[in-house]
């Protein structure tokens, strides 16, 4: 059977976007996520390192490219998601001062480190480089009153960069329950990124690139025009589009399917050829805080003295060998290395427009942490992709996804099937029999808070804390995370406690309904505290019948101290 057709016009073209005569374009996106981890309680929690290793190693460099990008005239057509869980930490007052405390730790240590290895190459050179990232990293952060989400929406508004919604807390659609839990998952997304930058969204990251027939009606709902699916998503639609996945996809909805092209997936992410593997590239997993000497280091780890990492390595991938056997990291080699490998990207998707002809658009989206803190010359290669661009103009060319649609020509109509980026393209990484447990709860959970949203008296303020609260429980128990780190086998005992805490918490306040003036606010007070995020949020949001309020949902820019 063939597949329908149809103009693929944007109804809203990037603002400053120019006119390319490029056969094809290229849509580069990151998808910048973590999952809610608060313990305001604690002035030292090992879960809230990864936010503060992803700030230094990622969100700052990205940041401080597109600032020397745009200073430099350069375009920088790049499409960010950060999902509502990472917004919301990146503007939570406890955590917003413990980044601003870490940087300045992270200080303290690169001044020894640029003392101590003084004269000792390369060395040297890698410690002066880390002194020197130190100190424009501490004083990005601050240039930006410590507001990054702020920092990001300044270039969306521009036009220079483009930015995506995604799940309140990065839920796997086809793993939620109820059809008013899904659209809860996806409206309050929209709701808060709205809030954050000034408009309403255009794209929409599916978490894990989750999509089942039906889905992208919940994204038409929000009037989103387009997201990113998996390669066999777009290549076993129905009816057949006839053609691979460097074509974009209308689904039934109107919504647009970008599929993610695996060539370029593979020869940025791909273990073994991938770039990030280049021998001349930073060593991943030796650090100082298990090489230094134990007295030196002490000062700079966590209260318990348990050695971890420190973020400043001096060893290079080198090769198949072990730990002790990695040569020394070269900064002035390995930064070299990138344009290399940025040129010979462009050059591979100029060949691939070739093979595919006009209209072809290549999608190649990748998790936002890869550059910087998995491959710490990552944002360097970003650079260098967009210094480099205008030589290969002729062929292809960076495009935002309006823009790139656009270019397409006709679309075809069909549906996808059930697909996910994870491993084997569908949901086992979230559906196993180490983590199917996690389900039968979140699914009866949903149910139950569903139900108290509908019978409980929202008007009544005692009650209504509880069901805001009862709202959050739900949608963090919802987290596609903590199934994902069990399949990983990363931090087991933190996920389990996580989905155990929140389907506790989720019953307790369910029984706290029954008698709201009778609340231990102990109890409550320190649940509130931890689970805070969405600080405006009500019954209402869980109800896709019901308005929402005018009021602020997420928390607001916080100015920090440090």
Known sequence: MAANTEASASPSASPGASPSAAAGRICL??????????APQHPEFLEEDWLFEAVCGTYLPVLDMLDRLESDGIPSPLTIGLTPTLLEMLRAPALVTKIGQHLTRRLKLATLEARRLAGQEPQASAAAHYLERAES??????????????????HVASGRIAAMASCATHA?????????????????GCS??????????AGFWLPECAYEPGVDALLAEQGLRWTVVETHAVTDAWPDPQHGPLRPLRLPSGVVALARDPASSRQVWAQEVGYPGDPDYRELYRDLG?????????????????????????????GKVALQDKAPWDVAVAKERTTAHARHFLAARSAAVAAHGSGTVMTAPYDMELFGHWWYEGPWFLEALFRNAADFANQVTFALPDDAIASAGE????????????????????????????????????????AACKRADAAEPATARLLAQLVRELFLLQSSDWAFILTKGTADHYARQRVCNHVSRVLGLLDALNNPSAVDETWFGALAAEDSIFPGITAAHALTTTPLSAGRLGHASHQPQA
């Open 29 to 38: 996106v990151l998808h910048g996520h973590l999952p809610w981890v608060h």
């Open 137 to 154: 990293t501490r004083a990005l952060w601050r240039q930006h009153n410590g507001d990054l989400p702020a920092a990001f929406a300044k």
């Open 172 to 188: 796997v659609l086809p793993l939620v329950a109820t059809p008013e839990a899904r659209a809860a998952q996806v409206r309050v």
């Open 192 to 201: 808060l990124f709205q809030e954050v930058f000034g408009a309403a969204p």
């Open 290 to 318: 298990y090489d230094g000497e134990y007295a030196y280091v002490k000062r700079f780890l966590h209260g318990d003295g348990v050695r971890r990492n420190l973020g400043f390595k001096y060893h290079r991938v080198t």
């Open 411 to 450: 679309l075809r109509r069909a549906d996808p099937p059930l697909s996910t980026w994870g491993e084997d393209g569908y949901l086992k990484v979230w559906l196993n029999e180490g983590n199917a447990w996690i389900l039968r709860h979140q699914h009866e959970a949903e149910r139950r808070v569903l």
